[in-house]
């Protein structure tokens, strides 16, 4: 079974300060990887997914991943947030090859951007 | 602009209350899922269908039900609601082509059971 673990519940930064958001997972294969945002009370939007290829991957709003196989780790970071920034941040895991269409999350990180 | 609606942004119920919990997509997805979202456990699979009429069991299914009568929407019925499923739900679509397994979310139903 794949598991997605998020390491920090929160991270508090200052803003245009550097941030990693540190994902890792667990599977016997090969997986598909994405990283979710939600802001307060909305639902979750993709920020950026990794299916193949090259392992930096870019996505929306200046943010960047990358995939490390090795490490099982697929962390998220961003050279400069915003206070816009704040919101949760979720993992989550797809393994194709075993049918399972469904995503698995991480338990979240919750990004505080302060002035 | 692709959409997952969810009927209710919050819902109060009653214990012992059936409850509904209604999803429309219009993205002409195969794939409907239903989670629900605690605070520091992240999102868990509750049920999820691949086509009209089928469903199966994700990793939380005790208490819940799904019904998917046509493609573009997927309910979640809670049988006789308790306290310890107040909760936000959040509905999602993806598609089965190819290398699309993103999915879509709805802004979610926040139930409180009292």
């Known amino acids: 079974a794949q598991s997605v673990t998020q390491l920090d519940s929160q991270v508090p930064v200052f803003e245009e300060a550097p941030v990693e958001l540190r994902c890792n997972y667990s599977?016997?294969?090969?997986?598909?990887l994405f990283w979710y945002v939600q802001y307060p009370n909305q639902g979750l939007q993709l920020l950026l997914k990794?299916?193949?290829?090259?392992?930096l991957v870019k996505g929306i709003n200046g943010f960047e991943a990358e995939f490390n196989k090795s490490q099982t780790s697929f962390h998220l970071r961003k050279p400069s947030v915003h206070i816009s920034d704040t919101a949760e941040y979720f993992c989550?895991?797809?393994?194709?090859?075993?049918?399972?269409?469904?995503?698995?999350f991480g338990s979240g990180t919750r990004l505080q951007v302060q002035p | 602009d692709v959409k997952v609606t969810q009927s209710s942004r919050y819902l109060v119920k009653r214990t012992g209350e059936k409850v509904f919990l209604e999803c429309v997509q219009d993205?002409?997805?195969?794939?409907m899922f239903w989670y629900r979202q605690d605070p520091g456990l992240g999102l868990r699979l509750i049920y999820f269908?691949?086509?009209?009429?089928?469903?199966e069991k994700g990793d939380i299914p005790e208490g819940y039900s799904v019904s998917r009568e046509k493609k573009e929407r997927f309910s979640l019925i809670l049988e006789s609601a308790s306290t310890n499923q107040t909760s936000m739900y959040l509905c999602?679509?993806?598609?089965?082509?190819?290398?699309?397994?993103?999915?879509?979310f709805g802004q979610g139903t926040r139930l409180t059971v009292v």
């Open positions: 999602a679509s993806s598609s089965s082509g190819g290398q699309n397994t993103e999915a879509f």
């Open positions: 599977s016997s294969v090969s997986v598909y």
């Open positions: 990794y299916l193949s290829g090259s392992t």
């Open positions: 989550a895991v797809s393994d194709p090859w075993t049918g399972r269409r469904a995503l698995t």
């Open positions: 993205m002409d997805h195969e794939n």
């Open positions: 269908s691949y086509d009209v009429k089928m469903k």
